[in-house]
Nanobody, 124 residues
Framework: QVQLVESGGGLVQAGGSLRLSCAAS????????MGWFRQTPGEEREFVAA????????YYGDSVKGRFTISRDNAKNTVSLQMNSLKPLDTAVYYC?????????????????WGQGTQVTVSS
């Protein structure tokens, strides 16, 4: 089992940047595929980015490609999301998630563990 704690959310103007971090407990962090999802009220959770267990493969949702970068540090049990050129439509609660299986997926239903979420608000 793994516990996830996100940090780094906040309020930023459009065009600005934020870096989200997710700290994981446990000794087997490198065995998990990690992902970031986001959700706004009344909407389903949306895939943002995912990274393979070793960090060699990354995947992005169409709305964030070219602006967001996911990375991980298995020695420090952390996964990060660098968000640049932020837009008001990026406003959401962002969640870190871990998946036990080896295959990277973009479906929230296939992730096993979730953090509590961190609010990102982008003002126009």
């Amino acid at each position: 089992q793994v516990q996830l704690v996100e940090s780094g959310g906040g309020l930023v103007q459009a065009g600005g940047s934020l870096r989200l971090s997710c700290a994981a407990s446990g000794r087997t962090f490198s065995s998990y595929v990690m992902g970031w999802f986001r959700q706004t009220p009344g909407e389903e959770r949306e895939f943002v980015a995912a990274i393979s267990r070793g960090g060699g493969s990354t995947y992005y949702g169409d709305s964030v490609k070219g602006r967001f970068t996911i990375s991980r540090d298995n020695a420090k049990n952390t996964v990060s999301l660098q968000m640049n050129s932020l837009k008001p439509l990026d406003t959401a609660v962002y969640y870190c998630a871990a998946r036990s299986a080896a295959v990277v997926t973009t479906s929230s239903g296939t992730y096993d563990y979730w953090g509590q979420g961190t609010q990102v608000t982008v003002s126009s």
